[in-house]
């Protein structure tokens, strides 16, 4: 097993509970990677010696960004209807029919290329793990093939065919579907299950009919949830007592105690507030709270198509109350605790090698330079992705 020493790093985010802070940084550190483990993290003055040794020259090293919440697997765009949002439209969940008719007309070579691509994307911005969900599908056979495309890129792969009703179906008739045969065939593909608990997408007793289902098929639930409004979601995760419920916008004091008394992660997806001109969440009320935040970029063809975690580091700094420290906190750590992970989000002894160097001495950057590529170097399970 080959070994890799990271030296010369300027600030290390470990996000290791045992160290200060919520980033647990350490100053003048040094990485050592054996295999697709972390192997050792200190002083870089007490470092061990490894085959081979790269340095980082001052600069920070953070943890790859967790990205709990993507919807990369669909055709087409939707720049036109985004164009017309900030001529004024307001968005709503039905836009996401005309991606499931693209999608649906697409080869599953053509959804492989795209998602490809948009993961190498993901990467060049430090991302190292990502949840894909299905969803643009919205039959037996276009959810099951959707998953199976994500499953090739990731473990951590979303049943969402109770995205919306699709046109001209009986949303009665469509849950049973969902609940039956399509969930029989996405399962085997998916580790989750998920559905938009919205209005103009699923009411209460429809997702907490697909959740349930989901969990008896033996995936694990997640939610969109009080995204455009408030909303009964939140409190239906807290309820069903999910890993995660993700948008968390409009939230009463009720669903904060109930996120807060469930344990449960409130991911924000900031992206989407920028891309739909809507009030962003109130991440300081949540923190204060005491809930767990977890950043993601929500990357889909509707209502947020970044697929960078910076940004959306930056945006929570600016928009919603939260601290660089905090914010870098929930792109890593906050997303593994969303997906239910301890080996990744964190640079300690065992986690998996996925680190993010930044041309920047410090994690601030991330929000104080705002747009810039900062992202110098990736290693994914101990591989180098990126030069540096
Ligand atoms: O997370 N909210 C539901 N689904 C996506 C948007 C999908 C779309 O507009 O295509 C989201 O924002
Ligand atoms: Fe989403």
């Avoid at 509970?17 to 192997?39: H, I, K, M, N």
């Avoid at 301890?342 to 747009?371: F, I």
Wanted: overall charge negative.
């Amino acid at each position: 097993m080959s070994s890799l020493l990271l030296t010369g790093i300027g600030e290390l985010v470990t996000n290791d509970p045992e160290r200060d802070g919520p980033l647990g940084l350490l100053a003048a550190a040094a990485v050592v990677v054996e295999g697709e483990r972390v192997a050792w993290v200190g002083p870089a003055a007490e470092a061990p010696a490894a085959d081979t040794a790269v340095d980082a020259g001052g600069r920070a090293v953070l943890p790859g960004f967790v990205d709990s919440h993507s919807h990369l697997v669909f055709a087409g765009d939707r720049a036109a209807e985004f164009a017309a949002r900030m001529a004024g439209e307001a968005y709503t969940a039905g836009g996401i029919r005309s991606t499931v008719a693209a999608t649906r007309a697409a080869s599953d070579e053509e959804l492989t290329a795209h998602v490809g691509r948009l993961v190498a994307e993901m990467q060049r911005q430090g991302t190292t793990t990502v949840e894909i969900k299905s969803g643009y599908g919205l039959t037996v056979h276009d959810e099951a093939r959707s998953l199976a495309v994500a499953r090739q890129f990731t473990d951590e792969t979303t049943f969402l065919g109770a995205h919306v009703v699709p046109a001209g179906s009986d949303p009665g008739e469509y849950v049973d579907l969902v609940t039956g045969p399509m969930l029989a065939a996405a399962a085997p593909y998916a580790r989750w299950v998920d559905a938009f608990c919205e209005t103009g997408a699923f009411d209460e007793d429809q997702a907490r009919a697909v959740l349930l289902a989901g969990e008896a098929a033996g995936l694990r639930g997640r939610l969109h949830a009080n995204q455009l409004g408030p909303g009964p979601g939140v409190r239906l995760a807290c309820e069903l007592g999910l890993v995660a419920v993700d948008h968390c916008t409009y939230l009463t004091d009720d669903d904060v105690t109930a996120l807060r008394d469930a344990g449960t992660v409130a991911t924000l997806l900031p992206g989407v507030e920028f891309s739909t001109r809507q009030p962003y969440p109130d991440a300081r009320r949540l923190i204060d709270a005491g809930v767990t935040v977890a950043l993601a970029s929500d990357c889909n063809p509707g209502s947020c198509f970044t697929s960078s975690m910076p940004f959306c580091i930056a945006l929570a700094v600016r928009e919603m109350g939260m601290t660089p420290q905090e914010a870098v906190w929930a792109a890593t750590a906050g997303g593994a605790a969303a997906l239910d992970r301890d080996d990744v989000g964190r640079v300690t002894v065992g986690a998996r090698a996925d680190l993010t160097l930044l041309d920047a001495p410090t994690h601030v950057h991330l929000a104080y330079r705002p747009g810039v590529p900062l992202v110098a170097g990736v290693w994914s399970a101990g591989r180098a992705l990126l030069g540096r």
